[in-house]
Nanobody, 124 residues
Framework: QVTLVESGGGLVQTGGSLTLSCAAS????????MGWFRQAPGKEREFVAGIHWGGSATYYADSVKGRFTISRTNAQNMVYLQMNSLTPEDTAVFYC?????????????????WGQGTQVTVSS
């Protein structure tokens, strides 16, 4: 099983940007399709973005499309989430997740490995 550790969260003002990083260890990152999810207080965990194991394709939740960009560097076992034009509605704990199954899922149940999460807070 792959171990995932997120970093890069913090406090940012509305309209600002942050880049989250996810470091993988234990198994080659190229074995997995990857995703980012988030969970706001009192809400269910929701899909944010996903990327094919080879990095050739990506997909996003409608709420972040055009503002967030997911990328990966398999040689360094890293996955990233570039977030621009942040709003208070983006405030959440962000999680990196690995899926050993098919590409394209938005369901948390399809992702078998999770990081501990990193807090993103956007002030108004």
């Amino acid at each position: 099983q792959v171990t995932l550790v997120e970093s890069g969260g913090g406090l940012v003002q509305t309209g600002g940007s942050l880049t989250l990083s996810c470091a993988a260890s234990g198994r080659p990152l190229s074995n997995y399709n990857m995703g980012w999810f988030r969970q706001a207080p009192g809400k269910e965990r929701e899909f944010v973005a996903g990327i094919h194991w080879g990095g050739s394709a990506t997909y996003y939740a409608d709420s972040v499309k055009g503002r967030f960009t997911i990328s990966r560097t398999n040689a360094q076992n890293m996955v990233y989430l570039q977030m621009n034009s942040l709003t208070p509605e983006d405030t959440a704990v962000f999680y990196c997740a690995a899926a050993g199954g098919r590409y394209g899922s938005r369901a948390a149940a399809d992702f078998g490995s999770w990081g501990q999460g990193t807090q993103v807070t956007v002030s108004s």
